[in-house]
C-alpha cells in the first residue's frame, strides 16, 4: 500500500475439506480490519482465496473417487458460501487454478530459471511411500518415517531449486531493521531463531509421477511447481502483478498478510526471499495469529472436535459469532473456542450490557417521547463519565486496531456501554418519566442515545447487521450513511427530531441448557424415535465411518456366532471379528466394501483382537451388512 491505501490478504484455504473455525476466523479478522479501514475512508482491498493444488487436494480427490478438479470446485464452493453467510466483503477471491494465476506462476518460474534464480540438481533423500513425502536425513526419527513411523527408503533424483540461501543474510537484517515486518514480536524472534541456522536452497519441484496436480515447469514437463511456490504468488498474480502495473502500484506492498502461526516460515522465509529474487518490494507486515484450541485440545479431525462455523451461525447468528471471535482472542495468542464461554460471553456483553442498554433506550424513547429523537443538547456533570469513557472508546479503537489488539480495542467499546447503563441507574430516567419531566428526561435520553451512536458505529465492522439494525433505529441508517470515524469522534451527533423506533430482542439472552448441541436438534427430536436420545451433529462427527473393503474372512475357532476378517481401510489393513457368521458365509464376503466404525477402541474376542466394527440392518433373525452403493476405494469417509 502507499501510506493511502489498505490492503490485506488471508491465507488461501486449501479444499481438501469444509472451512472450520480456524478459516472463518482469519477471514473474519481480514474483513473486520478491512471495514474499519474503510470507516476511515482509506482505498481498501481484500482479498481472500483457496488453494488448489498439491497432494491434499490430489488425496481428497481419490478418497472421494472425483477429479481434483472436481474436488475443487465442489469444495470452493463451501467456503464461498460460508463467507456469504459471514458478511464477508472481500474484493476479491483467487482460485490458484485459474489462468490469471497459473500464468504469473509460469512466467515467474521461468523468469526466475532463465535468470539463474531457480536451478536443476540431484536429490537424495528419503521417500515414505504411504506418506507419500520426500524426507531429508535429519528429518528421519529413528530412520523411520517422521509422520507415520514406517521405514523408508532412499531415493536419488533430479529436483528443482530455488536459490534461497543466497538471501539469507539479506532477510536476517531486512527482519532487524524493519521491526513491524512480522508481528507479533515473538513470531518475529522465531523467524530470527530459524534463520540462526543456514538456510538451505528450497526444492520447488515435485515429479510428475508422483504429483500431478500442480502448475507444470514451464521449462521441464515431467515436474510440477512445489505448491508453497503457487500459493505464495497468489498474493501479488490477484492484483494485476506482470499484467496490470497501474492496478498492482495502488495495492502492493500488502498492508497485513494475516496467517496462522503455523504456516510461518513459509510467509516470512520463503516468501520475503522469493519477492526478493524477483526484484518485488517487502509486504508491510505479516501478522500470524494464534490457533483456535478446542477447550485445551488442538482441533483435530480424529478428535472429533472440529468446530463448524455455520453450526454456529445457524444457532446464534452471524453477528454474535464474529464479536466472539475478535472478543476473545488475543492476537498472537492460542484461545479457547467452547460453547460454554461462548454463551457466558454472549449474555454478559451482548445480552446484558449491550442489548439491555439498546433496549432500555429505545424502549423509553418510543413510550415516553413518542418515539422522536430528543433535541441535541450539551452533557453536564452527570455526563462526564459517559462522555468520557464513550470518546476514549474511540480513540482506543482507532490504537488498537493499528497495534493489532482488536480484543482490547473492543474491551473499551464494552466499557462505554456499561458505563452508559451506569448512568442510566444512576439518574434513572424512569423516576423522571413517572414525575413528568419531560425536558430532563429527553436530555438523560439523548446522552444514552448519543453514546449508543457511537458504539454502534464502533462495532459496525465487527457486526454489520445487527449494528446496522441499532442505528437504523435510531434515526440514523440511509441518512446518515456509513459513519465515519471522525463523525464518531464527536459528540452530539444525533439530530433530534429524527423518527426512533424499538427493535425487539437485539441480543436475546441464550440459556445454556436451552442450547442444541447442534442446530438440527429441535427437528431431530420431533423425528427421532419415542425414547431414543437425540445427539448433535459434533457427537455423530466423533463416529468415523469408513469404507472397507474384505480381503479375507475366516470363523473364528471356537465360536459359532464370529467370523474374523481382514479389511483394507485405505492403506491400512485392520483384522475385525463380527458377529455376522450365522447370515453370510465367510467365502462370499471377500471383495465386498462395507462399512466400518474406524475408531472404534480395540477389544479382544476369543482372544482376537478386533480393531473396529461392522454395520449392519438388523430385524428379527435377519440381518444385512451395509454396503456401499457403486465404486469407491476404502478408507473413503462415510457420513
Ligand atoms: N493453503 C495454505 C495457505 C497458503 S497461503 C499462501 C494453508 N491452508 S489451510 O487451509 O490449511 O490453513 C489456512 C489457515 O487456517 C492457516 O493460517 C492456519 O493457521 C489456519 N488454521 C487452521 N487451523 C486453525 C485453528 N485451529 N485456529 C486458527 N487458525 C487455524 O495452510
Redesign the pocket.
Known amino acids: 500500500m502507499g501510506a493511502d491505501t489498505f490492503y490485506v490478504t488471508t ?4 479444499v481438501n475439506d469444509k472451512p ?4 472463518a ?2 477471514t473474519i479478522l481480514a474483513d473486520v480490519l478491512a471495514r474499519y479501514h474503510r470507516l476511515l475512508g482509506l482505498p481498501t482491498h481484500f482479498l481472500t482465496g483457496t ?1 488448489e493444488h498439491g497432494q491434499k487436494v490430489q488425496r481428497a480427490a481419490q478418497a472421494n473417487g472425483i477429479t481434483p478438479q472436481e474436488q475443487c470446485d465442489r469444495t470452493v464452493v463451501r467456503f464461498q458460501e460460508l463467507w456469504q453467510r459471514l458478511e464477508i466483503t472481500h474484493d476479491d477471491f483467487i482460485r490458484t487454478t485459474e489462468p490469471r494465476h497459473t500464468a504469473i506462476v509460469q512466467r515467474l518460474l521461468r523468469e526466475l530459471y532463465e535468470r539463474g534464480e531457480i536451478y536443476a540438481a540431484e536429490y537424495a533423500g528419503w521417500y515414505c511411500v504411504p506418506c507419500e513425502r520426500f524426507f531429508m536425513e535429519k528429518d528421519l526419527v529413528d530412520g523411520q518415517c517422521p509422520e507415520c513411523h514406517r521405514g523408508v527408503e532412499k531415493l536419488v533424483e533430479k529436483s528443482y531449486f530455488f536459490r534461497m540461501s543466497a538471501y539469507q543474510s539479506w532477510l536476517v537484517e531486512y527482519i532487524e531493521t524493519h521491526p513491524h515486518f512480522i508481528q507479533p514480536e515473538h513470531r518475529r524472534q522465531e523467524t530470527l531463531g530459524f534463520l540462526r541456522q543456514p538456510l538451505g536452497d528450497l526444492c520447488i519441484s515435485r515429479p510428475r509421477s508422483r504429483l500431478s496436480w500442480g502448475i507444470e515447469l514451464p521449462f521441464d514437463a515431467d515436474y510440477v511447481t512445489y505448491v ?1 511456490f503457487d ?2 504468488v ?2 501479488i498474480s490477484a492484483i494485476g502483478y506482470g499484467v496490470d502495473e497501474a492496478r498492482f502500484a495502488r495495492w502492493w506492498p500488502a498492508s497485513y498478510h494475516l ?5 510461518l516460515t ?2 516470512t522465509v520463503y516468501w520475503p526471499t522469493m519477492l526478493k529474487a524477483m526484484g518485488v518490494p517487502m509486504p508491510e507486515s505479516i501478522f500470524a ?5 478446542v477447550g485445551r485440545d ?2 483435530s479431525k480424529s478428535l472429533g472436535n472440529v468446530v463448524n462455523p455455520m453450526q454456529m451461525i445457524d444457532a446464534y447468528g452471524v453477528d454474535a459469532f464474529r464479536y466472539f471471535l475478535m472478543a476473545e482472542m488475543s492476537l498472537g495468542q492460542d484461545a479457547s473456542f467452547t460453547e460454554e464461554a461462548f454463551v457466558t460471553r454472549y449474555n454478559a456483553d451482548l445480552a446484558n450490557d449491550l442489548g439491555n442498554l439498546a433496549s432500555r433506550v429505545l424502549k423509553m424513547i418510543s413510550r415516553n417521547l413518542g418515539g422522536v429523537m430528543p433535541a441535541a443538547c450539551e452533557p453536564g456533570a452527570d455526563e462526564e463519565e459517559l462522555v468520557g469513557l464513550t470518546l476514549a472508546a474511540v480513540r482506543s479503537m482507532q490504537d488498537r486496531i493499528k497495534a493489532m489488539q482488536l480484543d482490547r480495542g473492543l474491551a473499551d467499546v464494552l466499557a462505554a456501554v456499561r458505563a452508559a447503563n451506569r448512568y442510566f441507574d444512576r439518574v434513572k430516567p424512569w423516576s423522571l418519566a413517572k414525575a413528568g419531566d419531560t425536558a430532563r428526561l429527553g436530555q438523560v435520553l439523548y446522552h444514552a442515545a448519543e453514546c449508543l451512536r457511537i458504539v454502534a458505529g464502533l462495532l459496525l465492522p465487527v457486526m454489520p447487521a445487527k449494528m446496522t439494525a441499532l442505528r437504523e433505529a435510531l434515526g440514523l441508517g440511509a441518512v446518515a450513511g456509513v459513519p465515519s470515524l471522525a463523525r464518531l469522534s464527536r459528540w452530539g451527533g444525533l439530530t433530534g427530531g429524527v423518527a426512533v423506533s424499538d427493535i425487539a430482542g437485539l441480543f436475546p439472552r441464550v440459556e445454556r441448557a436451552a442450547l442444541p448441541a447442534a442446530p438440527a436438534a429441535p427437528q431431530a427430536k420431533a423425528s427421532s424415535p419415542a425414547g431414543v436420545a437425540v445427539i448433535g451433529i459434533d457427537e455423530v462427527s466423533r463416529v468415523h465411518l469408513r469404507t472397507a473393503r474384505i480381503l479375507a474372512a475366516e470363523r473364528l475357532e471356537g465360536s459359532d456366532k464370529l467370523l474374523k476378517l481382514s479389511v483394507e481401510i485405505g492403506a491400512e489393513t485392520r483384522q475385525i471379528v463380527a458377529g455376522i457368521a450365522a447370515f453370510y458365509e465367510a467365502a462370499a464376503l471377500v471383495g465386498r466394501t462395507v462399512i466400518v466404525v474406524a475408531n472404534l477402541k480395540p477389544a479382544t474376542l476369543f482372544g482376537v483382537t478386533s480393531e473396529g466394527m461392522l454395520l449392519a440392518a438388523r430385524r428379527g433373525k435377519r440381518l444385512s451388512l451395509l454396503t456401499v452403493d457403486g465404486d469407491i476405494p476404502s478408507g473413503a469417509a462415510v457420513g
Open positions: 491465507p488461501i484455504y486449501y472450520h473455525i480456524g478459516h476466523y482469519t488453494d508453497w500459493a505464495l497468489n498474493y496467517i496462522g502461526k503455523d504456516i513459509t510467509h495469529h494464534g490457533w483456535w484450541l488442538k482441533m
